[in-house]
């Protein structure tokens, strides 16, 4: 049987380099999948803890992860759409409008 | 080794292999699939765990369509190859340790807190059944919420990716 | 009791004459100005002329001195100092010297300073000063006392710098004022110590509970030693003594009106009557008394040395009031209290005649004030010259007038000490007077009868109007007669003045018998030939022709004032305005005061400063700092978890 910690240190391994992804990449594109990443981490972990702990609760919270995560990322897709459009790079270090 | 214990290394392995070639890779387009192998093998850990409905809608879902949006707005873009620009020069010294940090806070957290959970794969299936009931009268709200969520997405999406009326 | 039930009403009416004038005179004719003026005060004279009259009705049936409190106006736990005011004996001496001679001298102001500018102003000022003069008389506590203190000290200031475009007069004016406050600041530390001590700063209260204390010992420094002498201090900066005389010379720069009121006859006597109304805390204090007395008779013979010398006309009557306040205190230091009070009275007699003449002579010379520029002007002003002379015999201590008879009791109260060093001041005190009749035979002389030094072309020399001289006239009347009311036994009078305020300083102490009648005679007798000595020796040195010479050696000193003002301004004042300058303003003010404003201005800019640097634009930073959050939100939630990990190692 596999305990429980080793689900969720991959969890939080996996979710560690959702966050390396998240500060190294430059394509907006490939960032998003990062943050896709990490809800996934995120997922396992729940799955993890409802069955550790015999109650489905972590699985329905999965559910509205997984939803939620799709909604984000249609409309968060379609941002992407526009900026690239507007800026002609994909490259989220050229969106710099904001410096001061 | 039990076959579960060496199918949760070979998992997890694809999973960690699949979420670094995320960051190694230059094209987006690779790092997708990298990504759809992530899931892919967390989908079988679930399986392994026996949350068989969560596996299915993970795959589904995640893999059948949220990545293929991803992959047609790759194509839709011309995205090419990544620019190595390296304006932020915060992100190129603290990046890497604070992830590790991170991960290392949560790691510990985790190891010291959980000693107490019973083991996760104990061959129990997560009945779907008992799962829908849940889903149905306790989490009846949300549910309805998330339903009106993907709407105001839906509308949201197709707004944001209209071309512009000239 | 009409007025002594509306006792206010004497001050107040200056005080409205004052507030009028100031606000409404400016556009006011002369007379106009004249009629507030002087209306004003004449009716403070006649209210205050009644209120004495029914005071002394009311002491013969009640035996107690007038007190009336009038309202609250400090009241804080247990202390309270109201408004009141009090008549006894010793005020109704002061009140009629401060409300006659000022109605007089009012009275010549409207001539002496009919071509000056700013005359309502002046008027202004000389009835405020006459409210706040009237404060401190009344007053019946300590604290009211204080008001009109300060406020005397205020209008001195104000009226020595009345011709406030001269910087001299305004230097003047600052000087008397800040000395004065030093003085100002013992006297509060007196108070202070007064109202820990008795919980009252009341009169009544504080001499009742001071009258059962037993009396210190000589040269022990007791509570009330140390109170008396702390207010001492004041009274030596409001009535110029040594070491705070310095500002009275100076306030010469005021117009001559002002120098006769406030600095001959009344503010510079306030010293003399604080001493004279806390007599029962100094006789409790033999120590206090002895400095007193010390400092007087050294003020006396001092301030007479440098007045020997002088050549303003104003100069030596000026360095004359320092040298007679010292007597005044000589009088109050050994115990003879109705006979400084006594030389109070006279002083203000004659010297106001004599400022007021002094002025006629001015006025008379177009404004010349150097002595050495006039002479021969006997047969010219004649009806100034006379009331000059009668004020200098005066002073001068020849009987029958005023003069002689105060002075004599000041010299026999201090001669008949138990203390030995009682015939040391005697002794003292006698030179002086042989010196005070020397220079004021000698202004006689160099003003009046020696040769002509001045060009008849251009000073036309004319007597003054009648509104000038009539107060002349009668000053020279009262200083004729003033003394007559306290002439000693022998002389085949009663002695009526120390009986009037016996009832305040208490029945006069005899000296035994017949010994103490001869030793009066012999006192007087010798008194009498230090003044003729005085005369003869300035008879003989300034012979008609006399010519002025330059100034060498003893004659030098004296006449800088033995460098005392450049003393005080290496010694005190260039040292407090270094430290002022470099260390309160530009260490600690600009320094560290500014500083730490400006420096947390600064601060709040370096912040922000250095913080916009987060605000880069570029995501990936931001990303970053969402990365610190996140572990820095799971560190404080996971704490528990956390904690002993750290310190235990990893596994």
């Known amino acids: 049987m596999v305990p429980t910690s080793y689900y969720l240190v991959l969890s939080a391994i996996l979710f560690g380099l959702g966050v390396l992804a998240f500060v190294f990449k430059r394509n907006i594109i490939t960032i998003f999948m990062s943050i896709e990443l990490m809800l996934n981490a995120v997922n396992l972990a729940f799955v993890a803890f409802s069955q550790a702990l015999h109650k489905s609760d972590g699985e329905v919270f999965v559910l509205f992860v997984i939803v939620v995560a799709a909604a984000e990322a249609a409309v968060g897709l379609g941002i992407i759409i526009l900026t690239a459009r507007n800026r002609r790079s994909l490259n989220v270090e050229r969106v710099d409008l904001l410096k001061l | 080794m039990s076959f579960v214990l060496f199918m949760f290394f070979v998992l997890a392995g694809l999973a960690v292999f699949g979420a670094v070639a995320l960051i190694l890779q230059s094209h987006p387009i690779h790092s997708a699939l990298s990504l759809i192998l992530v899931m892919l093998s967390l989908a079988g850990l679930y399986l392994l765990m026996g949350a068989e409905f969560v596996a299915a809608v993970q795959i589904i879902v995640y893999g059948g369509a949220v990545m293929v949006l991803f992959v047609f707005v790759i194509m839709l873009l011309n995205a090419g190859e990544e620019e190595r620009t390296n304006f932020s020069k915060l992100a190129s010294f603290a990046g890497v340790p604070l992830a590790l940090a991170l991960a290392g806070v949560i790691a510990v957290a985790i190891a010291r807190g959980s000693g107490h959970l019973a083991s996760a794969t104990s061959g129990e299936l997560t009945s779907t059944k008992e799962l829908s009931k849940l889903l149905f009268s306790e989490f009846v709200y949300p549910f309805e919420l998330t339903s009106f969520l993907i709407l105001v997405a839906i509308i949201g999406a197709i707004v944001l990716a209209q071309r512009e009326r000239s | ?651």
């Open chain 3, 1 to 651: 009791m009409p007025i002594l039930e509306y006792l206010w009403i004497i001050p107040l009416l200056p005080l409205l004459g004052s507030a009028i004038n100031g606000l409404f005179g400016s556009t006011w004719s002369k007379g106009a100005v004249n009629a507030v003026a002087l209306g004003s005060t004449g009716l403070s004279f006649l209210c205050a002329i009644e209120a004495v009259r029914e005071f002394l009705d009311y002491y013969a049936q009640n035996h107690q001195p007038y007190v009336k409190q009038f309202f609250d106006w400090i009241v804080a736990g247990k202390f309270r100092a109201g408004f009141d005011l009090q008549l006894d004996h010793l005020t109704v001496v002061m009140l009629l010297v401060v409300t006659g001679v000022g109605f007089l001298i009012h009275i010549y102001s409207t001539g002496y300073m009919a071509h000056e500018g700013g005359y309502y102003r002046f008027f202004s000022y000389l009835n405020l000063f006459m409210f706040f003069m009237l404060i401190l008389v009344l007053a019946a506590n300590f604290v009211l006392l204080f008001v009109g203190w300060e406020g005397v000290g205020l209008c001195s200031y104000l009226l020595i710098g009345f011709y406030f475009l001269r910087k001299s007069a305004s230097d003047a004016g600052k000087k008397a004022f800040i000395v004065n406050r030093i003085g100002d600041f013992g006297f509060m530390l007196g108070m202070f110590l007064l109202f820990r001590t008795f919980g009252s700063l009341d009169f009544q209260t504080v001499f009742a509970q001071a009258a059962k204390w037993q009396p210190e010992a000589m040269g022990q420094f007791g509570t009330i030693t140390i109170a008396c002498l702390l207010l001492f201090v004041g009274a030596t900066g409001k009535s110029a003594q040594i070491p705070l005389y310095v500002w009275l010379p100076d306030a010469m720069e005021g117009p001559t009106p002002v120098s006769a009121l406030i600095h001959a006859a009344t503010m510079v006597t306030a010293g003399v009557y604080v001493v004279a109304r806390s007599h029962v805390l100094f006789t409790h204090a033999p120590t206090a008394m002895y400095v007193v007395a010390i400092i007087g008779c050294a003020t006396a013979f001092f301030a007479a040395t440098i007045g020997l010398v002088q050549s303003d006309i104003k100069k030596v009557l000026a360095y004359s009031t320092v040298s007679q306040l010292g007597y005044m205190f000589l009088g109050c230091g050994v115990g003879a209290f109705s006979a400084g009070i006594f030389h109070l009275m006279t002083h203000a007699f004659f010297k106001a005649l004599l400022f007021l003449s002094a002025g006629s002579v001015i006025h008379a010379m177009g404004g010349e004030q150097d002595m050495w520029h006039m002479g021969g002007l006997s047969k010219k002003i004649k009806i100034t010259f006379l009331c000059m002379l009668t004020g200098t015999v005066a002073i001068a201590g020849i009987p029958p007038l005023a003069g002689f008879f105060s002075k004599d009791a000041i010299l026999f109260g201090a001669f008949t000490q138990s203390d030995p060093a009682g015939k040391v001041l005697y002794g003292v005190g006698l030179v002086a007077a042989i010196f005070t009749s020397f220079y004021m035979f000698r202004l006689i002389y160099l003003t009046f009868f020696t040769s002509q030094r001045y060009d008849e072309h251009h000073v036309h020399v004319h007597e003054s109007p009648l509104n000038m001289t009539v107060p002349l006239m009668i000053l020279a009347v009262l200083s004729i007669v003033g003394g007559w009311v306290a002439a000693p036994a022998f002389w085949g009078g009663t002695d009526h003045f120390t009986e009037f305020l016996s009832p305040v300083f208490g029945a006069p102490v005899e000296v035994a018998g017949e010994a103490g009648h001869s030793l009066e005679l012999i006192l007087s007798g010798v008194a009498v030939l230090a003044a003729i000595v005085g005369w003869v020796v300035a008879w003989r040195m300034y012979r008609p022709q006399i010519e002025r010479r330059t100034s060498t050696g003893l004659h030098k000193i004296l006449y800088n004032k033995y460098y005392v003002d450049e003393l005080y301004l290496g010694a005190i004042v260039r040292p407090l305005v270094w430290l002022s300058t470099n260390i309160f303003w530009k260490v600690v003010d600009a320094g560290m005061i500014d500083g730490t404003v400006n420096g947390v201005a600064h601060g709040a800019q370096a912040v922000g400063d250095t913080v916009r640097h987060t605000q880069s634009g570029n995501t990936r930073s931001y990303a970053v700092w969402v990365i610190v959050g996140a572990i820095v939100v799971f560190a404080i939630v996971f704490w528990p978890v956390l904690h002993p990990a750290l310190f235990g190692g990893l596994r």
